[in-house]
């Protein structure tokens, strides 16, 4: 198997994945369910740039994807926080 192919493999993973978390996302019964495939689904997201950067060579896309992932997971916080001070979801 080539490196290339490997790529390839990761990347249809990566799309059904995200696939699956979209699906979670818009059937979600609970607001933190879908703050969670949300937050799934950026990462996945991520690693696709991630992925595309390498197989093309550019090293610009893999920054990005970086900044990408951190500006997710900073606003995944400040969600959580919302959702934990309204109490939305517990039950």
Do not use: H
């Not at 699956?20 to 990462?43: C, E, K, S």
């Not at 896309?61 to 959702?83: K, N, P």
């Amino acid at each position: 198997m080539t490196p290339e192919s490997l790529f390839m493999w990761a990347i249809i993973l990566l799309l059904i994945s995200a696939l699956l978390t979209l699906i979670r996302m818009i059937v979600g019964p609970t607001v933190p369910d879908r703050v969670v495939a949300l937050d799934a689904m950026t990462t996945t997201t991520s690693g696709l740039m991630i992925l595309y950067g390498i197989i093309t060579e550019q090293s610009v896309i893999i920054d990005v994807a970086l900044v990408y992932a951190i500006l997710s997971f900073i606003a995944t916080l400040y969600i959580a926080r919302y959702l934990e001070r309204k109490k939305v979801g517990v039950e």
